[in-house]
């Protein structure tokens, strides 16, 4: 819990939110990499979060459940 109050208030809330269960030390490496590489931007670095987040859960749910999901729905005959 220490290493989670540690965290910028900014970062905290996308956490808050996120839709993985993201450690502490995860996400501010990320967040880090993101402030440098976007000059300090808060907003592109939490899109950069976002996108991170995103690109996890796309490999995960192929992993999981296949390449085909979510499948489109067929209308039933």
């Not at 989670?4 to 993985?20: G, I, K, S, V």
């Not at 990320?30 to 000059?39: H, V």
């Not at 459940?65 to 005959?77: E, K, L, M, N, R």
Request: aromatic content about 10%; glycine content about 4%; charged content about 30%.
């Amino acid at each position: 819990m220490a290493a989670f109050d540690a965290l910028p208030p900014d970062l905290r809330r996308w956490l808050a939110c996120a839709h993985l269960p993201w450690s502490a030390r995860s996400a501010f490496r990320i967040w880090q990499r993101a402030l440098r590489s976007t000059k300090g931007d808060r907003d592109l670095a939490l899109a950069a979060l976002r996108a991170a987040e995103d690109r996890t859960l796309a490999r995960d749910s192929r992993r999981i459940w296949g390449g085909d999901y979510p499948a489109p729905a067929t209308p039933p005959d």
